[in-house]
């Protein structure tokens, strides 16, 4: 039976294994995933780490990761950190607890967190920055890269006064990216076109209600997330103020959401099934084979909140 069940080490005859399904299906017969995984040395079990599941991003890419780790014979077990410190350290111990074979990382920002991550053995990807850690993989998009490919499609449209929407407490490259175009052309003027909020919905909305609630509002928006710019919207809707006529918004992401706002967001597009399926590898990989750090490819989904393709 073992042999059937584990497709080796050695052949199996096509009627025999017939016969051993047929007699697994009837006794209802289910392996001992426990037992199978004391004899490997594997659970067969994944770990992603996210900080915020309600986030359309996050959910989007933990539904392909799941599918494409389903497909490779992997169960997916998710730790929604909550952008909580403390909780993002017990979620990592539960999965080590778990024996996770592997674990998918988004946010990981405590220190002690990094070092459990050290530690503990456990192979594990970083995918929304380069850790610092050495023996450490990750499979990113260049965020500065794609942020300056957003603002320069912005400035095509003749605006100078571009605004940032950025995430509390998080000094990323798209923030820098934005701090590097605007700097020389805003000066002075340049941190009372920032304001600050969480990633989600509300978040984005305070932020631009207090960006576009001044006298010198900035003619477009960088915002930097769809989910902010969900809130960004409903901002400008209540402030009376048309997009893209009034303000112009480019946002960073590419859910599939934001082909549905009015009007549809502009949008840095992240490929989530190539960030999937290079972040399985270098999880399941025996060979380690692969580059430590990948960074793959970005494009602009160009829709109707930056001034292009307006609706009918």
Request: aromatic fraction near 8%; include cysteine.
């Amino acid at each position: 039976m073992s042999y059937v069940v584990n497709r080796g080490p050695r052949p199996v005859a096509e009627a025999t294994r017939e016969r051993v399904l047929a007699a697994m299906e009837e006794l209802n017969y289910r392996p001992n995933a426990s037992a199978r995984a004391l004899k490997l040395a594997r659970t067969y079990v994944l770990g992603l780490m996210m900080t915020d599941i309600t986030n359309p991003y996050y959910s989007e890419f933990a539904r392909i990761f799941q599918d494409l780790a389903y497909e490779a014979g992997y169960a997916v077990m998710i730790a929604n950190t909550a952008h909580d410190g403390a909780k993002e350290i017990a979620e990592l111990k539960s999965l080590l607890a778990r024996e996770v074979d592997g674990i998918a990382a988004y946010g990981v920002r405590e220190e002690e967190t990094l070092e459990l991550l050290a530690s503990s053995g456990v192979r594990t990807v970083s995918m929304d920055w380069h850790l610092t850690r050495d023996g450490m993989p990750s499979v990113v998009i260049d965020d500065y890269r794609a942020t300056r490919l957003a603002i320069e499609h912005l400035q095509g449209h003749h605006h100078q006064r571009i605004g940032l929407i950025g995430g509390t407490g998080d000094r990323t490259a798209r923030q820098q990216a934005w701090r590097d175009a605007m700097g020389p052309i805003l000066g002075r003027d340049l941190e009372g076109l920032a304001e600050w909020g969480e990633f989600s919905r509300d978040g984005g909305y305070h932020a631009t209600m207090r960006l576009l609630d001044r006298p010198d509002r900035p003619s477009a928006m960088f915002v930097s997330s769809d989910v902010q710019a969900f809130g960004a919207l409903r901002a400008a809707q209540v402030l009376r103020l048309n997009v893209p006529r009034d303000v112009a918004i480019v946002s960073f992401d590419g859910t599939v959401a934001s082909a549905y706002t009015s009007p549809p967001l502009t949008t840095i597009q992240v490929p989530y099934e190539q960030v999937a399926r290079q972040c399985l590898r270098k999880l399941t990989d025996p060979r380690d084979s692969f580059e430590m750090h990948t960074t793959l490819d970005h494009y602009l989904e160009v829709r109707s909140s930056c001034g292009c393709n307006p609706e009918p």
